[in-house]
């Protein structure tokens, strides 16, 4: 078992910046791909970032690229997701995830574990 705990979300301008976290305990942090995930109401939750186990490859969906960084301390059994250049849009409850094996991907059914999710709202 892997608990998973975000933190970091709450209320920004656009143009602003956040970093959210996600603090895991149970088994081995570092054997595990890591995901974030958001869902904004009334839209199916969809990927954001994910990192492979040892930090070296991350990927990034088309909306956030360029904007958004995951990251990871295996030290500290913690990813971190840095957004800047917040829009509107980027509006949802973000969520922190993790699946074994090796390979990114996009989808959730891919992912065993998940956490209870942190509010990022942007204002206009």
């Known amino acids: 078992q892997v608990q998973l705990v975000e933190s970091g979300g709450g209320l920004v301008q656009a143009g602003g910046s956040l970093r959210l976290s996600c603090a895991a305990s149970?088994?081995?942090?570092?054997?595990?791909?890591m995901g974030w995930f958001r869902q904004a109401p009334g839209k199916e939750r969809e990927f954001v970032a994910g990192?492979?186990?040892?930090?070296?490859?991350?990927y990034c969906a088309d909306s956030v690229k360029g904007r958004f960084t995951i990251s990871r301390d295996n030290a500290k059994n913690t990813v971190y997701l840095q957004m800047n250049s917040l829009k509107p849009e980027d509006t949802a409850v973000y969520y922190c995830?993790?699946?074994?094996?090796?390979?990114?991907?996009?989808?959730?059914?891919?992912?065993?574990?998940w956490g209870q999710g942190t509010q990022v709202t942007v204002s206009s």
């Open positions: 990192i492979m186990r040892s930090g070296g490859s991350t």
């Open positions: 995830a993790a699946k074994p094996g090796v390979i990114v991907t996009e989808l959730l059914s891919s992912y065993d574990y």
């Open positions: 149970g088994r081995t942090f570092s054997s595990y791909v």
